[in-house]
């Protein structure tokens, strides 16, 4: 079955700077990679996904990128801000007739330093 | 529109007590899932279904059972709990866009289970 790996597991960075948190997929034939925003006590919500039709995929200050020859994707966030502080997870899924479900990285926790 | 929710909010069970946890959507979802939530373990997948009346086994389904006698309803059993199944629990649902099987997945806001 497919195998999502997540790094970094923590990450903090300095309000105002990016952050870089990087999956990698075992299954070359997974297709759709979404990354979920977790904020502490709250269920994890959608914020970008990508389709394997397209390299790059952008909003506002996010943006998620995909190199399917390496079976790897990454969040990027820019000019980060407090409310950025969740826990991130990437997921993966390919398509199995009927029977679609996602697999989940372990998750990163990303702290913004004011 | 309540989206997906869940009952209980919090419980505290004994070894070997029994328990149903409670998922409604009123999305029209097809698809509905159970996840349990574990420090540096991320989301993983106990049983899902694709339909009323159908049910898989995910990731981690032993000591855990699961019906969808309704479409909008996913309940997941506990028939004799263990300290082991302490978690955060999960229920989600999602629709599948068109014949790409392209999907986002809804979240409740979850289940807090202790079991001592």
């Known amino acids: 079955g497919e195998n999502v790996e997540q790094h970094p597991s923590t990450l903090s960075v300095q309000e105002g700077d990016s952050a870089v948190i990087k999956c990698t997929y075992s299954d070359s034939a997974s297709n759709y990679f979404p990354w979920y925003k977790q904020e502490l006590g709250k269920r994890p919500q959608l914020i970008i996904d990508i389709r394997s039709n397209v390299g790059e995929k952008k909003d506002q200050r996010i943006a998620v990128t995909l190199n399917k020859t390496a079976k790897h994707f990454s969040l990027h966030i820019t000019e980060t801000q407090p409310e950025d502080s969740a826990v991130y997870f990437c997921a993966a899924s390919r398509p199995n007739f009927g029977n679609e479900k996602l697999t989940f990285g372990t998750g990163t926790r990303l702290t913004i330093i004011p | 529109n309540a989206g997906v929710t869940q009952t209980p909010k919090f419980r505290v069970l004994k070894t070997g007590q029994s328990m149903t946890l409670l998922c409604a959507q009123d999305m029209n979802h097809e698809y509905m899932y159970w996840y349990r939530q574990d420090p540096g373990m991320g989301l993983r997948l106990i049983h899902y279904s694709v339909g009323e009346g159908t049910t898989a086994k995910g990731e981690v389904p032993d000591g855990y059972n699961v019906s969808r006698l309704k479409k909008q309803n996913f309940l997941l059993g506990l028939e004799s709990a263990a300290p082991s199944q302490t978690s955060v629990y999960f229920c989600?649902?999602?629709?599948?866009?068109?014949?790409?099987?392209?999907?986002?997945?809804?979240f409740g806001p979850g289940t807090r289970l202790t079991v001592t």
């Open positions: 989600a649902s999602s629709y599948v866009r068109s014949r790409l099987t392209y999907y986002e997945q809804y």
